[in-house]
Structures are given as structure tokens and as C-alpha cells.
């Protein structure tokens, strides 16, 4: 059994990490937030130490390390985003393996630096891509690798997830913290293109605001238009009032139906991880850079054929 240290405790992902510690036969040590709205963890740890001040956690995660017995093992963060590498770090010299929710962190920089935390602490990190780990992702990689088509792949990209007014007066809609919505929402969504269809080719911005983003991606093997936002009014007639969240691909015209699954994805991501099967820095890299280019590019018109549909109703 290990231990482990959850940093984000309170936030809307952390359930899904403490399910995934408690359903691998693991212990919650300890929890940090800032907020301590918390009570979850009654349901699955009420014995876990937890505390509001970053400088009490870490010195209580210090004083464990007396005994080898309760010594921390992992230290999963799901704090905001713009806070991971701070936490990553922190977590590595504690002596700790660590597994941090999406994205990693924001730039290429950022992953180079905590690869040489790495290395002066000789301990990993893992990042959450669970979508790897999705059983119609996966078909669809087989597929691919497959079949050997003379042309790319047309695939679709759409994702829309409501969001209400207290997304922008959180952390999530500030981009200093969350990024921006592509990279919030989307960045494991573009791992999972360049997990199935190879190396981006093409990386080409149409349109951007602070709650959605359309453009167009080129891989080895697929051409993908992608359409993702938080404003309810984007939502397809065929959903809107029935559900708040559409999310759709379609390769070659073909529906990839992934929609169910999704709330086990972090305990087989924490097997995969304990497995020695985690994914690492290098292999979260392919989307940090992708999020990182379309933050810093100019949005563009789009040429025949990389316009997503709903493209057109907002320019």
C-alpha cells in the first residue's frame, strides 16, 4: 500500500483522484487546499490529515518521512493550472513520485525545467492523459495503424461543455491561471490526436475569445478541424435543453462514440502509473506545445476545406 498526498483537494477534479487512490488499494495520507470545502473525503478517507496553509502540509509531509512506514510515496496535484509546476517541483523534492492532472504545465520551458527537478531528486512525474487509457480510442488507434490509406483521415473535432457565469470569476477564467479555454478544455483532447494520427504537421488558429476557440490541425495521418467552447449557445439544436455538453469526432464521416467511460479513466490511469506504465514528461510534450502555439498565434482565415461548421456562426 502507498501513500499518498493529495495538493487540490477541494477542486472539481480532486474526487476522482481520491476514488482512483482508494480503488488501487492505496492510502490518503494527507490533503491541501486553500479552500476547505472537503468533506468528500469522509467518504472515502475520514482518517486523512488535511490542512489550508501550503507551510503546515509540506512540514507535516516532512515529519512523515521520519518513518519509513508513513514516508509519502505519490503526491497528486489538482491544483489550478497555473499552478502545477510550483507543486510538481514541490512534490519531487519531498522525495515523492508525483501525478499531476492537465495540462502539465503551460510551455515547453516549464517541461524542461521540472525534467531537471527530475533529475536532482530521481524521482517522476506522471500526467493524467486518460483518454489513452479510453477502450474506443484505443480501437481507433488499432484502426489507424491498421489500415494503410493513401490519404489522411477528415476528422472533426467538436467540444462543448456549459459552463455558468462563475466560470469567469473563477481561476478557470482567468487566462494568467487556466491558460485559456483551448488549453483548459482541449489539451487532452489534441494528446489524443497526436496519440492516434502521429506528429503535428500544422497548427493554424481561426478564431479566439475568452470562451471558445476554433482552428485546424494537420498530423501524419489526419486532418482536423476543431471546434471548443463553455457558452451553452453553442450547443448543437439537436442537444441544447436535453443535455450541457456535446462532444463529438467523427473520422471520415464516422461517429466515434466515447461519450461513457469517462469517470473510471483516473483509476486506470493510477493503475497504469503504480504499473510502472504512467505517462511521463516527453509524452505529455507533443500537447504542451500544441496549447502553447495556439496561445501565442494570431488567429487567420481559414482555407478550403479547414474551416470547422461552426466556424461560421461567429465570424
Known sequence: ??????????????????????????????????????????????????FTEFERFQEY?????RDSATALDYVAICSPNYLHQAHI???????????????????AEALDEIALVEKETGKKVYNILQLRHHQAILDLKNKVMQESKSD?????????TSRGKWYMESWKGDPR?????????????FDMLHFIFGKLQKNVLHYTSENKAAG?????????PWFLSIDA?????????????????TVDGEEIEFSQGFTDLHTVSYQEILEGRGYGIEDA???????EHIRQATPEQAQEGEAHPFLSRLI
Open 177 to 189: 491561471k487556466s491558460f485559456g479555454v483551448a488549453t483548459n478544455i482541449g489539451v487532452h483532447f
Open 285 to 291: 510534450r507533443h500537447c504542451v506545445e500544441t496549447v
Open 1 to 50: 500500500m502507498k501513500n499518498f498526498a493529495l495538493i487540490g483537494a477541494a477542486g472539481y477534479i480532486a474526487p476522482r483522484h481520491m476514488k482512483a487512490i482508494n480503488e488501487t488499494g492505496n492510502h490518503l495520507a494527507v490533503g491541501y487546499d486553500t479552500n476547505d470545502s472537503v468533506g468528500i473525503i469522509d467518504s472515502i478517507s475520514p482518517q486523512s490529515e488535511f
Open 61 to 65: 509531509a516532512w515529519q512523515l518521512k
Open 89 to 107: 517541483a514541490a512534490g519531487l523534492r519531498l522525495g515523492c513520485d508525483v501525478i499531476c492532472e492537465k495540462p502539465l504545465v503551460p510551455n
Open 216 to 224: 485546424y490541425l494537420e498530423y501524419e495521418k489526419a486532418r482536423v
Open 233 to 249: 449557445n453553442d450547443l448543437p439544436e439537436s442537444v441544447k435543453g436535453k443535455q450541457p455538453t456535446y462532444r463529438s469526432i
Open 152 to 160: 489522411k483521415y477528415e476528422v472533426e473535432l467538436s467540444y462543448v
